[in-house]
């Protein structure tokens, strides 16, 4: 069984994403991969233009691509796009916020071997540092820590793109681990992130409690005892990345 990998991005520089870091993990864990660059204006393009290579295709997307697309959906859409472009067997399907830890890549080939339709990761939503993360329950998290992200090529994702629609087995959740560090990106930036998200993307007021303060405050949505430590090292590709975040 071959494994693509996808992801996409757009303003990864201004908005302060692991992208770079995201591509390393991918080319790493797949035998191919698909980058989109959605419409970039900071220089992101040619930044992932350099990953190209015999193995990994880049496609740069004019800004009007980005704007014809509406909604939540159009985080589906990127990733379906990057997804066509595709020719093997199974992808992992991976945001730009986003890491697979390096020991779940053996789990990663063994699962595709089962040949289910699809398979179920965990997700670790970091908060206030890189070092914690929210520990709560799944109705209060602030995305989903259960996701479909490994799955034949005939599936999509859909929706907000948190997940791929397709029939999955839980037999590989504790074992293959993504980790999460959109909410620790640099405190100066992650406020205009979140307006841009829930405005830009989701078209919906932004959250009130992001204007009791200059700059994003994690103590508004969790409080300390809401947290946990990290249970093992962080994945190899991120490791200078969180040097410089809180």
Not at 20 to 41: F, W
Not at 61 to 84: I, M, P, T, V
């Amino acid at each position: 069984m071959t494994l693509g990998g996808v992801t996409w991005v757009r303003n990864g520089w201004y908005y302060d994403y692991c992208f770079r870091e995201s591509i390393q993990c991918l080319k790493e864990l797949c035998d191919e991969v698909i980058i989109i660059d959605a419409g970039s204006d900071d220089l992101t393009d040619r930044t992932v233009k350099q990953f190209e290579d015999q193995k990994t295709m880049v496609v740069c997307l004019g800004q009007d691509e980005w704007e014809k697309q509406k909604g939540k959906e159009k985080l589906a859409y990127f990733q379906n796009l990057a997804l066509s472009f595709l020719s093997t067997d199974y992808y992992f399907l991976l945001q730009a916020d986003e890491i697979i830890h390096e020991d779940s890549f053996p789990f990663i080939r063994q699962a595709i071997e089962t040949r289910e339709e699809g398979i179920v990761c965990s997700r670790i939503n970091l908060w206030r540092d890189c070092n914690s993360y929210i520990n709560v329950p799944e109705s209060r998290q602030p995305c989903s820590t259960k996701v479909i992200r490994l799955a034949k090529t005939n599936h999509q994702s859909v929706d907000d793109g948190e997940s791929i629609k397709a029939y999955s087995i839980s037999k590989f959740v504790e074992d293959i681990r993504i980790y999460h560090y959109g909410f620790v990106r640099k405190v100066d930036i992650m406020k205009r992130k979140v307006i841009n998200m829930q405005e830009g993307v989701f078209g919906v007021a932004h959250d009130p409690k992001l204007d009791k303060s200059e700059v994003f405050d994690w103590s508004l949505w969790f409080n300390e005892s809401e947290l946990s430590p990290i249970k093992e090292e962080h994945p190899k590709f991120i490791k200078e990345w969180i040097k410089t975040r809180p």
